[in-house]
């Protein structure tokens, strides 16, 4: 496999998030200072390496709440986003940031369109602007923009260049979201044969492979990943930073678990969606409502003995919980078994079947799922014993089935609670 490769960074890489630069592009954005000082404290919280921030060139407030941002004393490094020109590097270079994400569009189209030079004129412009970085004693990033659609001899020649004076990363972006997997291992590759620094990349989400491209990067060489909480940003954003996250766990859990405190990810993205606006998505990886959740007569009876056999992830190293629906026509009677013995019912199995088989049937007849409180009062009204109902009349507190609770026991352990 190609994880195996020995450049492969999948269990040694930085994360770079971009959630108060690319993320500040999403349509809905608009981050107040005390939201970004929210946002950076909860990045920081979890462990992000890096936090990329606004150009200080964009306006007088991206200037002031850059150089607030990169006085926090966080352990992230702060750096800003800027332009491959002297003017906005001069700015971001005064506000105590902790280095330079300089960029340049190196494709035709931006070449003709955007700036209008030609890769001569590109070089130049960046041996410029890294030599003056460099002398300010700041970190330094030099990226192309639209990688993907640049001639390849030409961005490999730029990217030599300037790792030959001394830059600390390349970066490689995919600005529109055009690339596949297989082209990003290849460049990235490719890219790693040639340039003795790191390698970060950008992955925008237009064609829906951000999270596969920037797995493909790290399994590549690549050390680097750019992120955005949610995967906000421009259009329909870059690589979210709890997908890259499950992705990478999935490789090597122990070195995930050791760098960031994957708890941390639900506030996080709570407070990111109420500061633009949106619901977390139901399919969000790891936070959706619909993450861990199961319904399947089949599925329920699974999980319920080795939560293994339908998740690859572990809900509880995320903090997050577990659900097994049991109030509808496809419910089978090994969830209907274990939600009577949360709340103290005694069903035999003959019992639970025919139970099983009433609550098919009256899902059916309403065409739509059953409600708890429903559910729960036809488990207790079939106990066999008297003091059933008196336990089910205390048992408001038991979780919910269409909520249940997260197992707190290895992913290799017994039943879950429903």
């Not at 999948?10 to 959630?19: E, G």
């Not at 633009?276 to 619909?290: L, W």
Request: proline share 3%; hydrophobic share 45%; net charge negative.
């Amino acid at each position: 496999m190609r994880s195996a490769d020995a450049l492969s960074r999948v269990s040694d890489f930085a994360i770079i998030d971009s959630t108060l630069r690319e993320g500040e592009q999403f349509i809905h954005a608009h981050f107040d200072t005390d939201t970004k000082v929210a946002i950076a404290r909860a990045l920081d919280a979890l462990g992000v390496e890096y936090i990329e921030v606004t150009s200080p060139a964009a306006s007088e407030q991206s200037r002031r709440d850059c150089a607030l941002l990169a006085g926090l004393g966080l352990r992230a490094k702060v750096v800003a986003h800027v332009r491959c020109h002297m003017d906005d590097v001069r700015i971001a270079a005064d506000t105590g940031v902790a280095g330079l994400n300089v960029v340049i569009g190196t494709s035709p189209l931006l070449r003709e369109h955007s700036h209008g030079k030609d890769m001569a004129a590109i070089a130049h412009q960046a041996e410029q602007v890294i030599t003056y970085v460099r002398g300010r004693g700041l970190e330094v990033r030099f990226s192309s923009e639209d990688a993907f659609r640049s001639d390849l001899v030409d961005l490999l020649a730029l990217y030599r260049h300037v790792d030959r004076l001394g830059v600390d990363r390349v970066g490689v972006a995919d600005t529109v979201g055009c690339a596949d997997p297989r082209q990003v291992y290849d460049v990235v590759r490719t890219l790693r044969g040639v340039v003795g620094c790191d390698i970060e990349t950008h992955f925008h989400n237009d064609t829906g492979c951000a999270v596969a491209n920037a797995y493909c990067a790290l399994q590549a060489g690549a050390t680097h990943i750019d992120t955005c909480v949610l995967g906000i940003g421009e259009r329909n954003g870059i690589t979210p930073l709890g997908a890259l996250l499950a992705r990478v766990y999935t490789a090597d859990r122990d070195a995930v678990m050791a760098r960031y405190d994957l708890r941390a990810l639900l506030p996080l993205e709570q407070l990111v969606a109420r500061a633009v606006g949106i619901e977390i998505p139901f399919n969000e990886c790891v936070t959706g409502a619909n993450a861990f959740s199961h319904k399947a007569g089949i599925h329920a009876k699974a999980v319920l003995k080795n939560p293994s056999t339908y998740e690859v992830l572990r809900p509880d190293d995320f903090g997050v919980a577990r659900t097994v629906a049991i109030g509808h026509r496809l419910t089978g009677w090994n969830a209907v078994r274990a939600r009577a013995v949360a709340l103290g019912v005694a069903l035999d199995d003959a019992a639970c079947k025919a139970l099983t088989a009433r609550i098919k049937e009256r899902a059916d007849e309403i065409g739509a799922a059953i409600d708890t409180e429903t559910v729960d009062a036809m488990i207790c009204s079939a106990g066999k014993d008297a003091s059933a109902s008196a336990r089910c009349d205390s048992a408001s507190h038991l979780p919910s089935p269409h909520v249940g609770a997260s197992d707190a026991r290895s992913h290799d352990a017994g039943p879950a609670a429903v």
